[in-house]
């Protein structure tokens, strides 16, 4: 977002959906929804809002559900707040962000394990050939050199 004035609104429309979401809608569907991250275009005109769902993926899918029939009062609400001529249409996207994080840190445990396991190994490993190949042949001095 280059444009500072779109970074501020896309603040403000965060904190204003954010915060009519915890005052809660009529929608049973609705579950612990959190709002992620607010993108807004240049001239201002759509908004797309990321957003996380705690529980399972039927909770998911009723709550991308609810927040979907919910669209067109949330962006009433923005607008009367947010105080400007014209309201950004709203578009509501999963976040794929907790997911990907979690991935991320299972293959990183993973990771941790096998290291540890490849330094136990290597406590107990012995040298397949001499201790120091590369040592000294012998303390005799090569042919026509002193000691």
């Given amino acids: 977002m280059s444009n500072p004035r779109a970074g501020k609104v896309a603040e403000r429309i965060q904190q204003i959906i ?3 979401l915890e005052k809660g809608l009529r929608d049973p569907r609705l579950g ?3 709002i992620t991250d607010v993108r807004v275009t240049g001239d201002i005109q759509h908004a797309s809002v990321f957003y996380t769902v705690y529980g399972n ?3 998911q899918a009723d709550s991308a ?3 979907k029939a919910a669209t067109g009062m949330l962006r009433s609400e923005v607008g009367k707040q947010l105080g400007t ?3 950004p249409t709203l578009e509501f996207i999963h976040d794929e962000l907790p997911e990907s ?3 991320l840190n299972d293959l990183l445990a993973e990771a941790r394990q096998r290291d ?4 136990a190994l290597a406590a107990n490993a012995e040298y397949a050939g001499e201790k120091d190949p ?4 012998s303390d005799a001095a090569p042919e026509g050199e002193e000691k």
């Fill in 18 to 20: 954010a915060r009519r």
């Fill in 32 to 34: 612990f929804v959190t």
């Fill in 57 to 59: 993926e039927e909770e």
């Fill in 65 to 67: 559900a609810a927040l």
């Fill in 85 to 87: 001529r014209l309201t």
């Fill in 101 to 103: 994080a979690q991935h």
């Fill in 116 to 119: 540890e396991a490849a330094q």
């Fill in 134 to 137: 590369y040592g000294k042949l």
